[in-house]
């Protein structure tokens, strides 16, 4: 009886220990589907799924319902505006100030004159896990930044992969 005990401890111990690392890969695979389908809803412009998939309410992040909307509509503009193919999911290790798990989406970086818009990204947060689960997200963000200086446009073939 008491060998049976200790089998089943070892086995939950093994278990225990590639455990961490498979939780990690889980999240991260949720966190990117999540991810993949708020981009969906962006180029297909439908905010109704992009509602959908907004897991937090909307008080919280100091959003109104015609806010988000009007969020939405900008981010559809400036993605489709920029995007050739669909951009990578960076899926970071670091958090916002809320504990919310950081997620980056380049959607365009280049060269140009001074004043023109030089990068554009996506962020999205999700979590924190203890409110929320990733199969939402709980924020997200258009960053647009302009060049500082004039820098002359490079031919395409030199311009840096978002």
């Keep these: 009886m008491m060998k049976q005990y200790t089998c089943m401890f070892a086995a939950m111990m093994i278990a225990a220990c590639g455990s961490p690392e498979s939780q990690q890969a889980a999240v991260k695979n949720e966190i990117l589907e999540t991810s993949n389908a708020v981009l969906a809803t962006i180029e297909q412009e439908d905010y109704e799924s992009f509602r959908a998939l907004v897991g937090v309410p909307l008080e919280e992040i100091d959003m109104s319902e015609a806010s988000l909307n009007r969020k939405f509509r900008r981010i559809c503009e400036v993605y489709n505006e920029y995007v050739k193919e669909q951009p990578p999911v960076y899926i970071t290790d670091s958090v916002s100030t809320y504990n919310k798990r950081v997620v980056f989406v380049p959607v365009y970086s280049g060269r140009g004159l001074k004043g023109s818009v030089g990068q554009v990204r ?41």
């Design 122 to 162: 996506l962020m999205l947060l999700f979590g924190p896990e203890s409110h929320y689960k990733y199969d939402k997200i709980s924020g997200i963000a258009l960053h647009v930044f302009n060049h500082e200086m004039n820098d002359l446009p490079l031919p395409d073939g030199e311009i840096p992969a978002p």
